[in-house]
């Protein structure tokens, strides 16, 4: 790619071409005024790799997302959540928990929790590791699940542990899924499924037919 630059500091590239986006980065949200500004932020933040990585054993792939670079910035976020916000109102979900992963996205999820916070119903947040929940032990909450991507945490552990709490999965809001992914397969169709962009990188390889590995100057980064 012409228009990348290229980082010293990581020997790749970053994709900052806003017609390269446009082309594989799919926005779902209905209003154009978000499509466009999520579309510059991926390109302003530098957070789409140009390189060679290694997402499991077999597969290898050009491009990665680093979503944790959205989240430096308190107007990012700002973005993000006011749009999620905006679709969650619109399908009418009514939730007064939001559930997430610790880490960059834990950041969007406090900010959607927090909104309408002078309500009587203010929002509760249980974010997880993993494995252990931070802030359990509340039950009956109606959950709105968040989560980077669906790789991050299986979506059907999600809802084990939510469920195990006594508590009802109200709807799912799946920021970037991978063109291979669909988040829909695993999800109850009755509960409302948001999925705010899809990716669809080109260069995805087996890796036995990865175009990059025979290339030594660009050694594989392993992402998994
Ligand atoms: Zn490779």
Redesign the pocket.
Known sequence: MEANEVSKQWNYGFVTDLEWIRQYCHCTADFLDFQEKLYELLANTKCILDG?F?FTPDI?SRYFLRFSKITHYLVHIQVISNAVDRIIRAKGIQYNAVFSNAGPISSIAYDIAKKDKDEEDEKSLFLTTGNDIIFSGEREKKVLIILEELSEVSIRETFEIIEKEENTVVGVVILFQKKSEDASVFIPPEIPLIVMCNIDFPDV?E?SK????PDEAIP?NLMN
């Open positions: 060679h290694e290898h390889w890796k990865c175009e990059l590995c594989v």
